[in-house]
């Protein structure tokens, strides 16, 4: 089992940069992606991004996540969420997600472990 935590959410204004992480414990040796997804009030959750953990280098974004850096440290067993220049748009619970595919899946099925969330409210 592999239990994701994410932390460094918070308050920030429009305009700023904010860096969460995601720390993964447990059986990470099965993990092959680890994804960012986020959920906004009264919307569903939706795919952000995510990263190849055995080469710290394949990434998948989408198309709504040009501000946003997905990168690990595999040392740490943490991936980190860098939003720049964020909106208040981009107000929501970000989630962290890992899975063993080798598919870097904007599909939230596909995903088998599951942190509880950090809130990130953006003001304007």
């Known amino acids: 089992q592999v239990r994701p935590v994410e932390s460094g959410g918070g308050l920030a204004q429009a305009g700023d940069s904010l860096t969460i992480s995601c720390t993964a414990s447990?059986?990470?040796?099965?993990?092959?992606?680890i994804s960012w997804f986020r959920q906004a009030p009264g919307k569903e959750r939706e795919f952000v991004g995510g990263?190849?953990?055995?080469?710290?280098?394949?990434t998948n974004y989408s198309p709504r996540a040009a501000r946003f850096t997905i990168f690990i440290n595999n040392a740490l067993n943490t991936v980190f969420l860098q939003m720049n220049n964020l909106k208040p748009e981009d107000t929501a619970v970000y989630y962290c997600a890992t899975t063993g595919s080798f598919y870097i899946a904007n599909d939230e099925a596909r995903y088998e472990s599951w942190g509880q969330g950090t809130q990130v409210t953006v003001s304007s």
């Open positions: 447990g059986e990470i040796n099965s993990v092959r992606a």
């Open positions: 990263i190849y953990r055995l080469d710290n280098f394949t």
